[in-house]
């Protein structure tokens, strides 16, 4: 009998901006794309968004309630630096902070070993200056 076969796919989905309503519907879309892919882990890069709504938190507390059913374990990149403590707090208030995974800013990042299969999903979120 065979040991099941550990499952290394993970998913990284990289947010630029702000997350306003098109920019979380890609949003969702691309989390729910890659929850499809049946992944291990997806790994949400926040670090350099500059602010989030309240219906973009909820989008998140909906896909973390969705990845803890089928198994799938929801990380949230944020920055440790002050730029981001607004939207620490956001994320710890609606109950997402063990979610919540803290890095320096965005820097290149190594692809991963050949033995993982890996897929990155860029969402482009509109830029602060862009906002009416």
């Not at 920019?23 to 670090?47: N, P, T, W």
């Not at 919540?100 to 897929?119: G, Q, S, T």
């Amino acid at each position: 009998m065979h040991a099941p076969r550990e499952r290394w796919v993970i998913a990284e989905l990289d947010v630029r901006g702000e997350i306003d309503d098109h920019a979380a519907m890609c949003l969702a879309f691309a989390v729910e794309g890659a929850r499809e892919d049946g992944l291990q882990s997806l790994l949400v890069d926040l670090r350099e968004l500059t602010a989030i709504d309240r219906h973009a938190i909820g989008l998140f507390v909906a896909h973390d309630a969705a990845c803890r059913a089928g198994g799938v374990g929801l990380g949230i990149l944020v920055c440790a630096d002050t730029r981001q403590r607004a939207i620490v707090r956001a994320f710890t208030a609606a109950g997402l902070g063990d979610c919540l995974r803290y890095r320096e800013p965005a820097l290149p990042v190594a692809p991963p070993p050949a033995a993982r299969r890996a897929r990155t999903v860029r969402v482009s979120a509109r830029p602060a200056t862009a906002r009416r």
